[in-house]
């Protein structure tokens, strides 16, 4: 039994992590652990592993709160996406090339992440967790050198854990709440190939394929309701948690228009002082985009500046998203009503994969039919709650 910083909340005094079955899957190498880094490391392990089973592909996620701010696979990045990502320079594997898409798809919500890997944590990777602000990282394995250079982060807090990879967990799994403990099979369905084969309309790229996985991946360990915008082999958008499918579809697109609009030639133009860091540079891009700024962050990002910044006006900024691209929708569940469909359609998506079976399937495959989205029944249900 380890004993945790504290549990959810730290008032919750006694706090533990205990293994059900002999020896724990998880090691805890470097740090002390709290109730939801636990949470965060073993959702955030599984997603990855499974991203990685379906796609062939070394896999990553950045993780906060028990959903993943993205996910990504191992996809050699633009010259573009690679500036937006301040990533140019970097000695980058596939790895770490994947950890830094799948930090980069959200860079709001990955600030404080948890991150996983498929792979060996090598010295590229470990390099690029050294420079981000992180709680953690969770994989199969470090290279040498790798768990020195993680150890001295956070001087010396930073967590490091290392997952067994031939463990496999029992068939049942259980949750106490309330007096009450609840136990069901576990959900052990891993997404593959033969899930896409249901194709209504339309037809599949080889990349969509890709992308579809990996976004039936990642939402499979997202907070339900979710939806998924997946491109170029990274999520670009996820919206979690809402009781509205609609909204979670909302939510999503907005965060992939923002993400689109990262590679725009204003954003990427912006000229920062020589003394404003990296995390400062893609922080000042993102609300410089989400253009709300208040008097005071006017002037602080003014200050940032080597030179004013370019206002980027509605119409530029609808040019851009008008651009076409193959986006990739995934749903967690059948979506219910074609508001969804219609939303996605401006948002670029031109492919979808659900559930199908619901009282207007009818409708979302006419919807998809107008908007020219190919559209793919799973099957499969993967609500996480």
Same mark, same amino acid.
């Given at each position: 039994?380890d004993?945790?910083?504290?549990?959810? !909340?730290?008032?919750q005094r006694?706090?533990a992590?205990?293994?059900?079955?002999?020896s724990? @899957?998880v090691?805890?190498l470097n740090?002390?652990?709290? *109730?939801? !880094?636990? /949470?965060?490391a073993?959702n955030a392990?599984?997603?990855?592993?499974?991203a990685?089973? #379906?796609t062939?592909l070394? #896999?990553?996620?950045s *993780?906060k709160h028990?959903?993943?701010a993205?996910a &990504? /696979?191992?996809?050699?990045?633009? %010259?573009?996406?690679?500036?937006?990502?301040?990533?140019?320079?970097?000695?980058?594997s596939? #790895?770490?090339?994947?950890?830094v898409?799948a930090?980069g798809?959200? %860079?709001k919500?990955? *600030? =404080?992440?948890f991150?996983?890997?498929?792979?060996?944590?090598?010295?590229?990777?470990?390099?690029?967790?050294?420079?981000v602000?992180s709680?953690g990282?969770?994989? @199969?394995? *470090?290279?040498?050198?790798?768990?020195?250079?993680?150890k001295?982060k956070?001087?010396?807090?930073?967590i490091v854990?290392?997952a067994d990879?031939?463990f496999e967990p029992?068939?049942?799994?259980?949750r106490e709440?309330f =007096?009450?403990r609840?136990?069901q099979?576990?959900n052990a369905?891993i997404?593959?190939?033969?899930? /896409?084969?249901q194709?209504v309309c339309g037809a599949l790229?080889?990349e969509a394929?890709?992308?579809?996985?990996?976004?039936?991946a990642?939402?499979?360990f997202t907070q339900?309701n979710?939806?998924?915008?997946?491109?170029?082999?990274?999520?670009?958008?996820? =919206?979690?948690?809402?009781?509205?499918?609609v909204?979670c579809?909302?939510l &999503?697109?907005g965060?992939a228009?923002?993400?689109?609009?990262?590679?725009?030639p204003?954003?990427?133009?912006l000229?920062?002082r020589?003394?404003v860091?990296?995390q400062e540079?893609?922080?000042w891009?993102v609300?410089?985009l989400?253009?709300?700024?208040?008097?005071g962050e006017a002037r602080?990002?003014a200050a940032? /500046?080597?030179?004013?910044?370019e206002?980027?006006?509605?119409?530029?900024r609808?040019?851009w998203?008008?651009?076409?691209e193959d986006i990739?929708?995934?749903?967690? #569940?059948f979506i219910?009503?074609?508001?969804n469909i219609?939303?996605?359609?401006?948002?670029?998506?031109?492919?979808?994969a659900?559930?199908?079976g619901?009282?207007r399937?009818?409708?979302?495959?006419?919807?998809?039919?107008?908007h020219?989205?190919?559209l793919v029944r799973?099957g499969?249900r993967l609500?996480?709650?």
């Amino acid at each position: 039994m380890d004993e945790l910083r504290y549990g959810i !909340n730290p008032h919750q005094r006694f706090h533990a992590a205990e293994a059900l079955h002999g020896s724990a @899957p998880v090691r805890v190498l470097n740090g002390k652990t709290s *109730f939801i !880094n636990w /949470l965060d490391a073993l959702n955030a392990w599984q997603l990855v592993r499974e991203a990685r089973a #379906a796609t062939g592909l070394p #896999a990553a996620a950045s *993780f906060k709160h028990v959903s993943p701010a993205g996910a &990504a /696979l191992a996809v050699p990045l633009s %010259p573009g996406l690679a500036r937006s990502y301040e990533a140019e320079g970097l000695e980058l594997s596939p #790895a770490a090339t994947a950890y830094v898409r799948a930090r980069g798809a959200d %860079p709001k919500c990955s *600030f =404080g992440d948890f991150a996983a890997l498929s792979e060996e944590l090598d010295l590229e990777t470990a390099r690029v967790l050294r420079g981000v602000i992180s709680d953690g990282v969770i994989a @199969p394995g *470090f290279a040498p050198g790798a768990l020195e250079i993680l150890k001295q982060k956070k001087r010396g807090a930073f967590i490091v854990m290392q997952a067994d990879a031939d463990f496999e967990p029992p068939e049942r799994e259980s949750r106490e709440v309330f =007096g009450i403990r609840l136990v069901q099979d576990r959900n052990a369905r891993i997404p593959a190939e033969s899930d /896409l084969s249901q194709v209504v309309c339309g037809a599949l790229s080889p990349e969509a394929k890709r992308d579809l996985l990996l976004g039936l991946a990642a939402i499979k360990f997202t907070q339900s309701n979710s939806m998924g915008f997946v491109l170029g082999g990274q999520t670009i958008g996820i =919206g979690a948690g809402q009781q509205s499918r609609v909204d979670c579809t909302r939510l &999503a697109a907005g965060k992939a228009d923002l993400w689109r609009l990262r590679s725009h030639p204003k954003a990427l133009g912006l000229r920062f002082r020589s003394e404003v860091k990296r995390q400062e540079r893609i922080n000042w891009r993102v609300r410089y985009l989400e253009g709300d700024l208040d008097s005071g962050e006017a002037r602080a990002l003014a200050a940032a /500046l080597e030179k004013p910044a370019e206002p980027l006006g509605l119409e530029e900024r609808r040019a851009w998203l008008a651009r076409e691209e193959d986006i990739a929708l995934v749903s967690d #569940a059948f979506i219910p009503f074609r508001d969804n469909i219609d939303l996605a359609a401006r948002h670029g998506v031109r492919f979808v994969a659900e559930h199908g079976g619901s009282a207007r399937s009818g409708e979302i495959e006419s919807a998809c039919r107008e908007h020219g989205i190919a559209l793919v029944r799973t099957g499969l249900r993967l609500f996480h709650h």
